[in-house]
């Protein structure tokens, strides 16, 4: 079965999740994935987005972060201080999951600006929740297609701190969570080397040459003395995903009466 | 106490020239009937405070409404770039926009402590991130009891705060439900609040006891405006119209077909203009 290499990334970033997981979960590439976990292998997975909704199980990914079918199929949803304050700063998310404009071998995210802040070259959205899910969550996973203009040697901003500046940055700040632990991409999975926390190559999807990696990489990409070759996405895997992009894509167009789009709820529990 | 006003009445009566104003909705219930009327009435020089700019401010910045915009995530949700903010901030058209930037964790807390009548906010914050270098207002305290340095931002405190609720009933009363985002916060923290409503009610009937209401007398002046936070949503009444979210990245890439939109459907129309999208859900 033929796939894409967001396909391959969206379904490896799924495989990361598990039914246990508290996650935090980012616009785009994120909720595909944590809703593809869900509607597979983790149905228990306990999902919140910014917007206050705790434990929302939508039947379409939602294009923005407060969309209505989160709210309507969330077990509650919380103002957005008591989210911040409460949930986020009281620990109680094990998991968030970003994505973001550039990241550099340390992990940090910018979705800031390209160029100097004061007169941007790009001027990107800017951080919302990320400072603070980047270093309450327990754990961190990023999502981001890999290229050299996202994956770069330094970042013009630092908008959420992944390893800093590497090795004990974070405990040094007094950040007692892990910070970023893998990094998906549409070539391979990456995870901070123990130590130095430098992302280091763990998984290369079929089919991807270390080449190209290196090509894709603004900084020289290490790799783990042993590199393991990603499980191609199966056909269930690709069917679910598929079905649920194309309930998305119709919904969002507006197509679909209610009736239908009912009858698709149904049919995806 | 609470009035109820016709749009154009309830905004020229509490929004001035130079004002610090809040419209907040947190993607559900965005006030953008109120924001084309202050397009509409030609206000200048405001400060324009919302954690997501959203459609709503892109439209009153490249209006030229505004002369600083504090936020905290400045995108099309899901679609990419505010193209009118991104020109301000870029090129200072049509005028420079001086910026204020903070995350979302510091403006929901900035919210809380002006509502609370602090003068500051303070969480865990900003640990390894940027912001602090750029934003002066960012800064920090000792925790008395253990030492701790924790993150501080000063209270939000809006002249005014323009939010979209579901209904009022006749004693001008306020109700709220669905992802109610910061507007209780923004509410009270501001000196006066302007709500629009979906409709007037003679009793808000069955709720629950924790449904979020916002009593007249926290409220300066009511609009009936339904279907006023289209292409934002109003839950129970109709969806988010995430075509025309989709849509808006076209319309203002831009400057000229921009202005083309906004000159037919906002400068050329009143309010009424919403209620074709204004339906109560079956």
């Known amino acids: 079965m033929t796939y894409t290499a967001n396909e391959m990334m969206t379904v490896a970033a799924a495989r990361a999740l598990t039914n246990d997981d508290v996650c935090f979960v980012g616009i785009g590439a994120p909720s595909a994935a944590c809703n593809l976990a869900r509607l597979t292998h983790a149905p228990d997975i306990t999902l919140i987005y910014e917007s206050g909704t705790i434990a929302t199980r939508p039947n379409v990914l939602p294009l923005s972060i407060g969309d209505g079918e989160l709210c309507e199929t969330a077990l509650t949803t919380v103002s957005v201080p008591e989210m911040f304050r409460y949930w986020l700063q009281g620990g109680r998310i094990t998991l968030g999951f970003l994505g973001g404009a550039q990241i550099d071998r340390f992990a940090n995210l910018n979705t800031t600006v390209v160029g100097p802040y004061d007169s941007p070259r790009v001027r990107l959205p800017g951080g919302g929740g990320a400072p603070e899910i980047a270093t309450h969550c327990g754990q961190i996973f990023i999502i981001m297609a890999q290229g050299r203009r996202g994956f770069v040697d330094r970042l013009d901003f630092v908008t959420s701190m992944g390893h800093g500046e590497g090795g004990d940055h974070r405990e040094r700040l007094g950040v007692r969570t892990r910070g970023p632990t893998k990094v998906i991409t549409d070539l391979c999975v990456m995870e901070p080397d123990p130590v130095t926390k430098e992302l280091t190559v763990v998984s290369i999807h079929p089919g991807v040459t270390r080449d190209k990696i290196v090509e894709n990489t603004g900084w020289p990409i290490r790799f783990a003395g042993t590199v393991a070759e990603t499980p191609a996405p199966t056909e269930r895997e690709l069917a679910v995903l598929r079905d649920l992009q194309e309930r998305t894509r119709r919904a969002h167009a507006g197509e679909g009466t209610a009736g239908e789009q009912a009858a698709a709820r149904t049919g995806g529990k | ?282």
């Open chain 2, 1 to 282: 106490m609470a009035r109820v006003l016709p749009l154009a009445a309830a905004i020229g009566e509490t929004v001035r020239d130079g004002d610090t104003v809040a419209m907040e909705g947190f993607t559900h219930l965005i006030p953008h009937a109120a924001g084309h009327e202050i397009i509409r009435q030609g206000r200048r020089h405001l400060t324009l405070v919302r954690m997501t700019p959203d459609l709503i401010y892109d439209q009153l910045i490249g209006m030229g409404c505004a002369d600083r915009l504090v936020f905290s995530w400045g995108g099309n949700p899901g679609v990419g770039s505010l193209h009118r903010l991104r020109d301000a901030v870029e090129n200072g058209w049509p005028n420079r926009l001086a910026i204020e930037e903070h995350s979302h964790a510091a403006m929901a807390n900035a919210y809380e402590a002006g509502a609370a009548n602090l003068p500051f906010a303070v969480f865990r914050g900003y640990k390894g991130a940027d912001l602090p270098k750029v934003n002066p207002g960012i800064r920090s305290v000792t925790c008395p009891y253990t030492g701790e340095v924790l993150a501080t931002v000063p209270a939000i405190r809006p002249d005014v705060t323009v939010i979209h609720a579901l209904r009022a009933d006749r004693a001008g009363n306020v109700l709220l439900e669905g992802i109610v985002g910061v507007q209780k916060e923004a509410v009270l923290a501001a000196r006066r609040a302007v709500v629009t409503v979906e409709e007037i009610v003679d009793d808000f009937g069955p709720r629950s006891p924790n449904a979020v209401i916002l009593p007249a007398w926290t409220v300066t002046a009511i609009a009936v405006v339904p279907g006023g936070a289209h292409p934002s949503y109003a839950h129970g009444y109709y969806k988010r119209d995430n075509a025309f979210y989709q849509a808006w990245d076209g319309i203002a890439r831009e400057r000229d077909t921009f202005l083309a939109w906004m000159k037919e459907h906002v400068l050329a129309k009143g309010p009424d203009a919403f209620a074709v999208h204004a339906r109560k859900a079956a």
